[in-house]
């Protein structure tokens, strides 16, 4: 999801519908690593065998190696799937993270919104809504603001 301190802010309806897609999003990930960890835990001894097989037979032995080859190609690809997966249920997490709902005081958002006119009217539209601002929207306000002076202004007496 998306926040833009020039617009309205979205709704709750979106952000929980943002929530639970990227929580289904989250589980399907994690059922996919568990098979993967699975597949990893089958592949493992299938390459030991492959490889005793191999300290036993002659070289010229092709069905042995090819053995060898296959269960050391299946392990690579498993392992890349696990990490390809992994990185995916983070960006999942991150995602997750910047919808979660945070306290108006805890950033300094109320001294903020007084000095900036346009902080205070999209806090002014999520309270309109009955709702608390998310991380995500939060962060958008700190990244304006950076934008806009090149640093972020002193909050800490606010806090």
Same mark, same amino acid.
């Given at each position: 999801? $998306?926040? $833009?301190?020039?617009?309205?802010?979205?709704?709750?309806?979106?952000?929980?519908? @943002?929530?639970?897609? @990227?929580?289904?999003?989250?589980?399907?990930?994690?059922?996919?690593?568990?098979?993967?960890?699975? #597949?990893?835990?089958?592949?493992?001894?299938?390459?030991?065998? @492959?490889?005793?097989?191999? #300290?036993?037979?002659?070289?010229?032995?092709? =069905?042995?190696?090819?053995?060898?080859?296959?269960?050391?190609?299946?392990?690579?690809?498993?392992?890349?799937?696990?990490?390809? $997966?992994?990185?995916?249920?983070?960006?999942?997490?991150?995602?997750?993270?910047?919808?979660?709902?945070?306290?108006?005081?805890?950033?300094?958002?109320?001294?903020? #919104?007084?000095?900036?006119?346009?902080?205070?009217?999209?806090?002014?539209?999520?309270? @309109?809504?009955?709702?608390?601002?998310?991380?995500?929207?939060?962060?958008?306000?700190?990244?304006?603001?950076?934008?806009?002076?090149?640093?972020? =202004?002193?909050?800490?007496?606010?806090?």
């Amino acid at each position: 999801m $998306n926040f $833009n301190i020039a617009h309205s802010p979205p709704t709750e309806q979106a952000i929980e519908h @943002a929530r639970r897609s @990227a929580f289904l999003q989250l589980k399907k990930l994690r059922i996919r690593m568990m098979a993967w960890y699975v #597949a990893a835990a089958f592949s493992f001894p299938l390459g030991v065998f @492959a490889a005793v097989l191999l #300290a036993g037979a002659s070289i010229t032995d092709i =069905p042995g190696q090819l053995f060898f080859v296959t269960t050391a190609a299946i392990i690579g690809v498993v392992v890349y799937r696990l990490f390809k $997966n992994y990185a995916r249920a983070e960006q999942v997490e991150h995602r997750l993270d910047t919808l979660r709902p945070v306290d108006d005081s805890c950033c300094g958002l109320e001294k903020l #919104a007084a000095e900036y006119p346009l902080v205070q009217e999209y806090r002014g539209a999520v309270e @309109a809504q009955k709702r608390k601002m998310v991380f995500g929207e939060v962060m958008v306000i700190r990244d304006w603001l950076v934008a806009k002076h090149g640093k972020l =202004p002193d909050v800490e007496s606010a806090a």
